[in-house]
C-alpha cells in the first residue's frame, strides 16, 4: 500500500524558494511554467505567502504606470483614489481579476490602475524624453511613499510599466489560481514560495516587493536591516511592509536608477568582497573595491540571502558573499532560468544548454536582446 502525504502538511523549516524565467528575446509565455517552477519546491513554505512577478503582461497600456493596490476597507480607497485623482491621470482602472479559492483567508480589495503623472504637477517642463521618463519615475515614488505611509490600510505593491506583481497569504499553486496567473503573457516572470522567519504573514508582506518596475524575491534574511532602512530614508525611501526584503528593492533603484551604476556595480555594493579578501586583490580592483565600500557601506547587505531581481528588460540574480543560501542558474536556447534549487529549472525544460552554481556575491546578470 502506497501512502501519498501532502506535502503542505510537513512544517519542516527549509527556508523560501525563489524561481525566475526570462526569454531574453522578449517572447511573451504563459504563467504555467513559473507556477510548475515554484510548486516543485512547495516544501520550502507554509503556506504564509507566495507571489510572482510578471514584465511584458500590459502592452496594450505599455505606455502608462501601473498601481497595484491592496485595501484593507473600502473608505481607504476612497481617500486612495481621491489622492490618486488630484495627482495622476487615470487611463483606466478595474478590480483586479481573481478567481475565489476556499483556502484563501483575509482576501483585501484589490485594484489596478493604469494612469501618468499630471503634467501641471510638474515642477518645471522636462527638456528631453529621458529627462521626462526621470521626472515622471521619481514623481511615482514619492507618491507611492506618500499613500503606503499615510493613508491606513492602503498599500500599493506594484507600481512600474508594462509588469505587475501578485501575491498574497497561500501557497503558490493557491496564490496562482487565486490571481489566474495561467491567462497572462510575459517574456519575464519571478516566483517565491515562503517560510516567515522574523516577520508577519500577511498580504503586504508576501514577495515580490517591489518600487516602480523592480521587483525582488528573496530566501534568507537581512540582518542588516535596521541600517539599511535608515540609510534608504536619507534618499525618500521608506519601509512599511514590515519585511526585510523591501530594503532591497528600494537600494537597486537607488543604486542603478538614481546614482547610475552598472547592474555589477549594485551587485558589488550589496555583496561585497570582505576586507581581507580587498586586500588580496591586485591594485585596481583593491581600489574599486575599497571605494564601493566606502562611498556605500551602510547599503551593504549582511545575512544569508539568494535573491532575484528584475527589471523591464533585466534578471539579476544573487547570493550573498558567503553563499550561505542556493541559488542555481540554467540555459536553454533565449530562455535563461533562476532558481534555488535544479529540480524547480529541470521539471519545465529538462533539457538544458547549460547549468551553473553562481559563485558568491557573484551576479547572474541578464538582459533582452533586440526584441522580436
Known amino acids: 500500500m502506497v501512502i501519498h502525504i501532502d506535502e503542505r502538511l510537513n512544517k519542516v523549516p527549509s527556508a523560501c524558494g525563489v524561481t525566475g524565467i526570462m526569454n531574453t528575446r522578449g517572447v511573451r509565455m504563459s504563467g504555467n511554467d513559473i507556477t510548475n517552477s515554484i510548486c516543485n519546491m512547495m516544501f520550502r513554505g507554509n503556506g504564509l505567502g507566495s507571489g510572482f512577478a510578471a514584465y511584458g503582461i500590459y502592452p496594450e497600456y505599455k505606455d502608462y504606470f501601473c498601481f497595484h493596490v491592496m485595501y484593507g476597507k473600502e473608505s481607504s ?60 519615475q521619481d514623481y511615482v515614488l514619492e507618491r507611492v511613499m506618500h499613500i503606503n505611509m499615510n493613508i491606513a490600510d492602503a498599500f500599493i505593491f506594484s507600481s512600474g510599466k508594462d509588469m505587475g506583481a501578485f501575491k498574497g497569504v497561500g501557497y503558490p499553486d493557491e496564490i496562482a489560481e487565486f ?71 528600494y537600494l537597486f533603484d537607488l543604486l542603478v536608477r538614481k546614482h547610475g551604476l552598472s547592474f555589477e556595480d549594485a551587485s558589488n555594493v550589496l555583496a561585497a568582497p570582505f576586507w581581507s579578501q580587498i586586500e ?42 558567503t553563499k550561505l543560501r542556493p541559488l542555481v542558474a540554467g540555459r536553454k536556447g533565449d530562455n535563461v532560468y533562476i532558481a534555488t534549487e535544479e529540480a524547480a529549472i529541470r521539471c519545465v525544460n529538462w533539457k538544458l ?20
Not at 544548454?353 to 522580436?372: F, T
Open 179 to 249: 490571481y489566474k496567473i495561467s491567462g497572462y503573457k510575459g517574456y519575464l516572470w519571478t516566483a517565491h514560495n515562503r517560510f516567515p522567519t522574523n516577520s508577519v504573514a500577511w498580504w503586504g508582506g508576501a514577495h515580490p516587493f517591489s518600487i516602480l518596475d523592480w521587483t525582488v524575491v528573496h530566501n534568507g534574511e537581512i540582518s542588516s536591516y535596521g541600517i539599511n532602512r535608515r540609510y534608504l530614508e536619507n534618499f525618500g525611501y521608506y519601509c512599511t511592509l514590515s519585511t526585510d526584503t523591501e530594503v532591497i528593492a
Open 353 to 372: 544548454d547549460e547549468i551553473w552554481m553562481p559563485n558568491s556575491g557573484e551576479p547572474v546578470i541578464v538582459e533582452l536582446k533586440k526584441q522580436v
Open 280 to 321: 588580496r586583490e591586485d591594485p585596481a580592483k583593491k581600489e574599486y573595491y575599497s571605494k564601493l565600500r566606502m562611498i556605500y557601506g551602510p547599503a551593504l547587505l549582511n545575512g544569508p540571502f539568494a535573491i532575484i531581481v528584475a527589471k523591464n528588460g533585466a534578471m539579476i540574480g544573487l547570493n550573498d558573499r
Open 77 to 136: 480607497k476612497v481617500d486612495t483614489e481621491a489622492y490618486i485623482n488630484s495627482n495622476f491621470t487615470v487611463k483606466y482602472s478595474e478590480p483586479i481579476p481573481y478567481k475565489f479559492v476556499k483556502t484563501l483567508k483575509h482576501i483585501p480589495l484589490l485594484q489596478r490602475y493604469f494612469l501618468s503623472p499630471r503634467e501641471d504637477r510638474m515642477p518645471v517642463k522636462p527638456s528631453s524624453a529621458a529627462e521626462k521618463e526621470a521626472m515622471d
